[in-house]
């Protein structure tokens, strides 16, 4: 269910506290200033429900942090980041192999037929769509776009794997 949040107030944080995103490359992660929190409200079922979120700066305006473009990890103080900066680098890494596996599999268990774009997608998104890109990027995967109506003209996205990746990940009978 899709809840529609309104902003009823914005508490400012001092000097020194981040946002921090995850993305594709090298470094692993950035992070921009965190202005203040953000104080949201509700109504669900007649009842209204407040929540609090971290904000950040965009053109001008203070929007939460999570926004619908994902890899949004956590806002901490620059101390705090630092010092788990790298348990969260190795879950960060360790979830990507299990995600890129888990679509490798996928693949090579459709076949010529491929998987649809959106099939390919685990949680976190972010994380799956960065894997997905690498993938392609890397020549692991094709992918090609399928006309399915023309009103409006809509494609269907499918992913699959290269030939020379289907053989290397071929399922083994046993």
Known sequence: MSRD?????????????????????????????????????????????????AAKFDEGYVVPAMDANGGYITTETVEVWEEYRATVTAEVLASREWIK??????????????????????????????????LERDGLVTLTRHLISMQPSRTVAVYRLASATAKAVAPQSV
């Open 5 to 53: 949040w309104t902003t009823v107030a914005f508490n400012p944080l001092p000097p020194g506290w981040v946002n921090v995103w995850e993305q594709e490359g090298d470094p692993l992660f950035f992070t921009l200033p965190c202005p203040g929190v953000l104080v949201e409200e509700c109504v669900e079922d007649g009842e209204r429900v407040t929540r609090t979120v």
């Open 101 to 134: 596996a888990d679509m490798l599999t996928k693949l090579a268990e459709a076949g010529a037929e491929g998987v649809h774009a959106g099939d390919l997608l685990a949680y976190p998104h972010h994380r799956a769509f960065i894997v997905r890109d690498a």
